[in-house]
């Protein structure tokens, strides 16, 4: 009790130099002073003399004196958005965005499966074929390749799968920073095909890539939705395929078939012709897997590698084009495929959106010989847009079937 008392002593020796005097609940002598400032305040309310104003309640005041006056005042960011978030719910129905059609859905859903890397940044592009290994060894690489990006790019300015693969190596060896770990294409794809890309660890592997294609050694299967049903349901298309110019009003250059054989005059037979000089032997293997819906999926076994040759053999040679092939559906002019109104009911897509629908052909399974003679298969998953046409079109793969 005594140490308090010295305390409050003190410190009513301090503040009575600044001319203050202070309530102390343990001192009763002060008891006086508070009775004082209470008079003081109502003396102050007696006279008329105004309290000070908090900070808030001087801006109160300034509002609604400028709302008496006519003022409209400044809104604060979260009044404004507020305010907005009302109008927007005052909008009449009419006025109100209108909802999402089932076409535009599908549009939507068509170019986020098929374009969702083109024009991407190179590491973005990287990552993703840095989780699409397929399979890796000491000599080889497999990537699965995404619809829409090329192989190697003719513009600098173009994302290609070859730009990135120095990113690629270094990610596949943990970002070392004194890395000898390289990737080199071997064997491209399309930019429109999808799949199993093999790239190489060294120059040496290459050349070995190089001469197994060259024997024949180096087996790829395609896998194609058609539009229209192949017949025979299997067989080996062999014509040879030519790049020819097309004339018109929009005059352009496309593959197309040089046969060695045509219809004889009476047309009971055909007769050999002479072969043109620029045109290169195309072999192709095809097998039906399932047909519904005036639609197929066939299996393509190339036994040559020419320019766009699975494409032509399909469209010209057995009239069934690769749906989504907006080049080779027509010959004379440049549009997009035109399909029948079955299909394209299945595909819930009109005529005027089927420009959005990609080109279904992808590389399937890829089968070589390793530099130890030991034999390599590999399988490539079904890209989403891919399995999404297949349910559409009531399309069974071949280990669902009963």
């Given amino acids: 009790m005594n140490t308090v008392g010295i305390a409050c002593r003190e410190w009513k020796h301090g503040l009575s130099k600044f001319g203050q005097r202070i309530n102390c609940p343990r001192c009763p002598e002060l008891a006086p002073s ?3 400032v209470r008079s003081t305040a109502v ?18 005041k300034v509002q609604q004196e400028k709302l008496k006056s006519g003022e409209k005042p ?33 549009v939507t859903e068509l170019k986020r499966f098929s374009l969702q890397l083109q024009n991407v940044h190179p590491n973005v592009l990287a990552k993703h074929l840095h989780k699409s290994v397929l399979y890796q060894d000491k000599d080889l690489v497999i990537i699965n390749k995404p619809y829409g990006v090329p192989v190697r790019g003719k513009d600098s300015g173009v994302t290609s799968i070859s730009s990135v693969l ?52 180096v087996q790829i299967k395609y896998w194609v939705i058609t539009v229209g049903v192949p017949v025979p349901s299997e067989g080996v298309i062999d014509i040879p395929v030519i790049e020819r110019e097309v004339t018109g009003s929009q005059p352009h250059y496309k593959m197309a078939l040089s046969p060695l054989f045509r219809m004889n005059d009476a047309g009971d037979g055909v007769t050999k012709v002479r072969a043109n000089r620029q045109a290169h032997s195309a072999v192709t293997k095809y097998r039906v897997i399932d047909s519904s819906n005036g639609c197929s999926l066939v299996e393509l076994q190339p036994y040559t590698r020419v320019k766009h ?34 299909v394209l009911g299945k595909l819930g897509l009109q ?15 890829l089968t070589l010989q ?28 071949p280990d669902k079937k009963d």
């Fill in 166 to 217: 120095p990113v690629l190596s270094k990610m596949m060896d943990g970002m070392k920073i004194n890395s000898d770990f390289q990737l080199l294409p071997c064997l491209g794809l399309e930019k429109e095909t999808s799949g199993a890309l093999l790239l190489a660890r060294r120059e040496e592997v290459v050349e070995h890539i190089l001469n197994l294609n060259r024997n024949n050694q």
């Fill in 34 to 36: 508070l009775s004082r």
């Fill in 351 to 365: 005529q005027s959106k089927i420009r959005y629908l990609p080109l279904h052909l992808l590389a399937r399974q």
């Fill in 74 to 106: 400044r809104l604060r960011a979260v009044d404004l958005a507020q305010k907005v978030q009302q109008e927007k719910g005052k909008r009449p129905a009419a006025e109100a965005d209108p909802p999402v059609s089932g076409q535009q859905r599908r």
């Fill in 309 to 342: 040759q699975t494409r032509v053999h399909m469209a010209y040679a057995l009239t069934c084009p690769i749906l989504g092939d907006h080049k080779y559906s027509h010959w004379s002019k440049l549009a997009p495929q035109k399909l029948p109104e079955r």
């Fill in 43 to 60: 003396k102050a309310a007696d006279t008329g003399e105004k309290p000070r104003l908090r900070a808030v309640d001087l801006a109160q």
């Fill in 370 to 397: 390793g530099t130890n003679q030991a034999e390599i298969q590999v399988s490539c998953p079904l890209p989403k847009y891919f399995i999404q046409t297949l349910n559409r079109l009531q399309l069974t793969l």
